[in-house]
T-cell receptor, first 114, second 112 residues
Framework: DAGVTQSPTHLIKTRGQQVTLRCSPK?????VSWYQQALGQGPQFIFQ???????QRGNFPDRFSGHQFPNYSSELNVNALLLGDSALYLC?????????????FGPGTRLLVL | GENVEQHPSTLSVQEGDSAVIKCTYS??????FPWYKQELGKRPQLIID?????GEKKDQRIAVTLNKTAKHFSLHITETQPEDSAVYFC???????????FGKGTRLHILP
């Protein structure tokens, strides 16, 4: 039973470029959330996808967008990269149930913007 | 607003002693409270969680308590060991569980 996987593990981009990060949820999970974790900080909620739609969004600009595919995998896209976008990007998945289901994190993608 | 406050930001305890980390949340509808441990360079790992229908939950040396009236919950680690050194995050859901917000983290140092 595979856990949450993310790709790539590391990425280096320059300012102004665009980046796409990928996430495959844990088997049986249908809800994917994305978080940005800057060095020394807690994970910051970017948005959540369920049934291929964005359900909730944190305080992130429109440069951050996403997508969820029929197989529940998800992508995070960031346009017009800024130096401040350098961070660990974490994907977390859970199964949407009647009550709160446990959320599990992927290993993250470490993005460096130069 | 959507807020999870976590204290302290740094905690040093002697090996074998207990450590306590506290969090408060703002949404009275929140009903699920996970704690994550993150070691350097690794992903956050769930270590324990509690749901609002119970006041305390234990798992070996780790326990979590919840006070829904006061909207706070705490992580207790007893008989601390060197491998407990890490950053610990509390979290709580908002907007009917669709958004899980994290505290800023507590860096726990276990001193020899």
């Amino acid at each position: 039973d595979a856990g949450v996987t993310q790709s790539p593990t590391h990425l280096i981009k320059t300012r102004g470029q665009q980046v796409t990060l990928r996430c495959s949820p844990k088997s049986g999970h249908d809800t994917v959330s994305w978080y940005q974790q800057a060095l020394g900080q807690g994970p910051q909620f970017i948005f959540q996808y369920y049934e291929e739609e964005e359900r909730q969004r944190g305080n992130f600009p429109d440069r951050f967008s996403g997508h969820q595919f029929p197989n529940y995998s998800s992508e995070l896209n960031v346009n017009a990269l800024l130096l401040g976008d350098s961070a660990l990007y974490l994907c977390a998945s859970r199964r949407r149930g009647g009550g709160q289901e446990t959320q599990y994190f992927g290993p993250g993608t470490r993005l460096l913007v130069l | 607003g959507e807020n999870v406050e976590q204290h302290p930001s740094t905690l040093s305890v002697q090996e074998g002693d207990s450590a306590v980390i506290k969090c408060t949340y703002s949404d009275s509808a929140s009903n699920y409270f996970p704690w994550y441990k993150q070691e350097l360079g690794k992903r956050p790992q769930l270590i324990i969680d509690i749901r609002s229908n119970v006041g305390e939950k234990k798992d070996q040396r780790i326990a979590v308590t919840l006070n829904k009236t006061a909207k706070h919950f705490s992580l207790h680690i007893t008989e601390t060991q060197p491998e407990d050194s890490a950053v610990y995050f509390c979290a709580a859901p908002f907007n009917r569980d669709d958004k899980i917000i994290f505290g800023k983290g507590t860096r726990l140092h276990i001193l020899p």
